[in-house]
């Protein structure tokens, strides 16, 4: 079956520190993966995607690339800001495009 | 530009009530999807409506039932709510095809009491 497993968080970090928030799935066929982002109080925004192997999807300084060997999607960024204290969701799509499969979420948060 | 907007944002219910949570989208979207969120759990999906005319069951249906009123509109009904089916509710729209991400919106905050 389909699933993403996603690190435990809350990760807490400093302004300008470097993030990796670790994301594996498992899936039958070539999915799609995706971040989302959900700040307090609000629903789930798309942040990134990548539709095939090797693909690199990338937003607001964010990246993460779809690494079919390894069944990982990680999520990076090189310098946060305490405005991207947030959830952050790795999730994958089926083939059949009928429903999203979510990993628990990684609470983030960082002080100034 | 709304996007996808869900009433209400909070509500109390007892044990026993029934109630309608609302969902319309302005986006065309041909699918929509209905989610709770419960905290170290992650999103799980209730029902989804394929398309206008269609619902199917998600990972957690039972004590839900939808209806897909027209193509903008996505309903879900708690006949009789549960302490159980207390959680944050989404509701999401998107397009078959697996390239697509969904458009969630703001969530229902529901607490049984």
């Known amino acids: 079956g389909n699933s993403v497993t996603q690190m435990e968080g809350p990760v807490t970090l400093s302004e300008e520190a470097f993030l990796t928030i670790n994301c594996t799935y498992t899936?039958?066929?070539?999915?799609?993966l995706f971040w989302y982002v959900q700040y307090p109080g609000e629903g789930l925004q798309l942040l990134l995607k990548?539709?095939?192997?090797?693909d690199k999807g990338s937003n607001k300084g964010f990246e993460a690339t779809y690494r079919k060997e390894t069944t990982s999607f990680h999520l990076e960024k090189g310098s946060v800001q305490v405005s991207d204290s947030a959830v952050y969701f790795c999730?994958?799509?089926?083939?059949?495009?009928?429903?999203?499969?979510f990993g628990t979420g990684t609470s983030l948060t960082v002080i100034p | 530009n709304a996007g996808v907007t869900q009433t209400p944002k909070f509500q109390v219910l007892k044990t026993g009530q029934s109630m309608t949570l609302q969902c319309a989208q302005d986006?065309?979207?041909?699918?929509m999807y209905w989610y709770r969120q419960d905290p170290g759990m992650g999103l799980r999906l209730i029902y989804y409506?394929?398309?206008?005319?269609?619902?199917d069951k998600g990972e957690v249906p039972n004590g839900y039932n939808v209806s897909r009123l027209n193509k903008r509109e996505f309903s879900l009904r708690l006949e009789s709510a549960a302490p159980s089916q207390t959680s944050v509710y989404f509701c999401?729209?998107?397009?078959?095809?697996?390239?697509?991400?969904?458009?969630f919106g703001s969530g229902t905050r529901l607490t049984v009491v």
């Open positions: 999730a994958l799509s089926d083939n059949s495009g009928n429903q999203f499969y």
């Open positions: 899936a039958t066929g070539y999915p799609s």
């Open positions: 990548a539709t095939k192997a090797d």
């Open positions: 986006m065309n979207h041909n699918s």
């Open positions: 409506s394929a398309s206008e005319g269609t619902t």
């Open positions: 999401a729209g998107g397009e078959t095809g697996h390239t697509y991400g969904y458009t």
